[in-house]
């Protein structure tokens, strides 16, 4: 097949991901890239032998046949509006919007308009991720029980927290669950199933950004068992790169229990048995890019799905429900109750 055409718009810290991917991804080309910063969008450019814009308008002049919006969420909306076209591929990084209403209504416009909206959830795409699903597919644990993800990055003490590498972390009235654990809802939702209720403490300790940094959020699944995301973003974790997982999982169930560490690894412990042993991932490690290579995966997810290899994950309507979630977990830390999803969750029911 023809190479497809791609533009990125936004060339912020977490671009470089983006950008080394496409650059080696087979079936496509990276043409265009966009920033408001001149100097920026140049570099760029220049490092990968595509097009400088400062402008969405001369991108979409030569119209693209995929557009990655790796853009703050205030900007998203009027970028994707902007470049909806029939045909068209749009890639939106997390967070989705700023609002529920926001992302729903977007969604709404995308499909009206016959463009394919993509939202770039790449935590699912981490190597391990795919072998536990692979595991449970296979029905390796028996029934589960509960899981639980630890997040310790240790990256958000003092002052200075987070200006080296993302700022606009300090001014986000709404963080850890909107920028971080809304990976987990979606990861926890992809392997365990659709969530029924929420239930939300969360906490702000360091008082040099706007929002909550640390908190339980516990999610109730169709089929009874329940995963905790503990979240604390001051703390860290045994891992040489405290990012590549940002934390620690385990899940218990009948036959066992699974646990992910700080490198990627996977043990498992079978029921009585005193010690893990390795359970061997499919695919390598990428230690120098995030998370295992998690970016690289996702788009090349995309692209082998243009081709009809596979189906679309993440599209803008499958992933509404997690935006639910996190709307609901806000929801529910105000009220100090949980808050329901789905008929039968248990917990005050959602509005409407």
Same mark, same amino acid.
């Given at each position: 097949?023809?190479?497809?055409?791609?533009?990125?718009?936004?060339?912020?810290?977490?671009?470089?991901?983006?950008?080394?991917?496409?650059?080696?991804?087979?079936?496509?080309?990276?043409?265009?890239?966009?920033?408001?910063?001149?100097?920026?969008?140049?570099?760029?450019?220049?490092?990968?032998?595509?097009?400088?814009?400062?402008?969405?308008?001369?991108?979409?002049?030569?119209?693209?046949?995929?557009?990655?919006?790796?853009?703050?969420?205030?900007?998203?909306?009027?970028?994707?509006?902007?470049?909806?076209?029939?045909?068209?591929?749009?890639?939106?990084?997390?967070?989705?919007?700023?609002?529920?209403?926001?992302?729903?209504?977007?969604?709404?416009?995308?499909?009206?308009?016959?463009?394919?909206?993509?939202?770039?959830?790449?935590?699912?795409?981490?190597?391990?991720?795919?072998?536990?699903?692979?595991?449970? @597919?296979? /029905?390796?644990?028996?029934?589960?029980?509960?899981?639980?993800? &630890?997040? #310790?990055? $240790?990256?958000? !003490?003092?002052? *200075?927290?987070?200006?080296?590498?993302?700022?606009?972390?300090?001014?986000?009235?709404?963080?850890?669950?909107?920028?971080?654990?809304?990976?987990?809802?979606?990861?926890?939702?992809?392997?365990?199933?659709?969530?029924?209720?929420?239930?939300?403490?969360?906490?702000?300790?360091?008082?040099?950004?706007?929002?909550?940094?640390?908190?339980?959020?516990?999610?109730?699944?169709?089929?009874?068992?329940?995963?905790?995301?503990?979240?604390?973003?001051?703390?860290?974790?045994?891992?040489?790169?405290?990012?590549?997982?940002?934390?620690?999982? @385990?899940? /218990?169930?009948?036959?066992?229990?699974?646990?992910?560490?700080? &490198?990627? #690894?996977? $043990?498992?412990? !079978?029921?009585? *048995?005193?010690?893990?042993?390795?359970?061997?991932?499919?695919?390598?490690?990428?230690?120098?890019?995030?998370?295992?290579?998690?970016?690289?995966?996702?788009?090349?997810?995309?692209?082998?799905?243009?081709?009809?290899?596979?189906?679309?994950?993440?599209?803008?309507?499958?992933?509404?429900?997690?935006?639910?979630?996190?709307?609901?977990?806000?929801?529910?830390?105000?009220?100090?109750?949980?808050?329901?999803?789905?008929?039968?969750?248990?917990?005050?029911?959602?509005?409407?």
């Amino acid at each position: 097949m023809a190479e497809r055409r791609v533009a990125v718009v936004g060339l912020g810290y977490f671009s470089q991901f983006h950008l080394a991917a496409w650059a080696a991804q087979p079936g496509a080309v990276l043409t265009d890239v966009c920033d408001l910063d001149a100097a920026r969008a140049a570099d760029a450019a220049a490092r990968y032998g595509a097009q400088a814009h400062e402008s969405l308008d001369t991108v979409l002049a030569g119209e693209p046949d995929i557009l990655d919006v790796v853009v703050p969420p205030a900007a998203q909306d009027a970028v994707i509006r902007q470049a909806l076209a029939p045909g068209r591929t749009i890639i939106c990084q997390k967070p989705f919007c700023t609002s529920l209403p926001q992302a729903e209504a977007l969604t709404d416009a995308a499909e009206a308009a016959g463009t394919k909206l993509v939202i770039h959830e790449n935590f699912r795409f981490q190597p391990w991720y795919r072998r536990i699903r692979e595991l449970l @597919e296979a /029905e390796e644990l028996g029934a589960l029980y509960q899981a639980r993800f &630890a997040l #310790r990055p $240790g990256d958000g !003490r003092g002052p *200075a927290a987070y200006l080296d590498r993302q700022p606009g972390f300090q001014a986000m009235p709404r963080f850890l669950i909107l920028e971080t654990g809304v990976h987990f809802i979606d990861v926890f939702r992809w392997l365990f199933g659709e969530i029924d209720s929420v239930y939300a403490d969360l906490r702000q300790l360091n008082p040099a950004i706007a929002g909550e940094d640390a908190g339980l959020l516990l999610l109730t699944h169709g089929s009874g068992m329940r995963s905790l995301f503990d979240g604390n973003r001051l703390a860290d974790h045994v891992a040489e790169n405290p990012r590549r997982t940002m934390g620690e999982m @385990e899940i /218990e169930a009948e036959a066992g229990s699974l646990r992910l560490d700080g &490198a990627g #690894r996977l $043990g498992l412990r !079978r029921f009585g *048995a005193q010690a893990f042993e390795p359970v061997h991932l499919n695919r390598p490690v990428d230690s120098e890019s995030f998370g295992g290579g998690c970016v690289a995966a996702l788009i090349a997810h995309v692209v082998a799905a243009l081709d009809g290899q596979a189906p679309f994950e993440n599209e803008a309507r499958d992933y509404l429900p997690v935006m639910r979630a996190v709307d609901a977990a806000y929801r529910s830390a105000a009220k100090a109750r949980a808050i329901a999803l789905r008929p039968g969750g248990r917990g005050e029911p959602p509005p409407g």
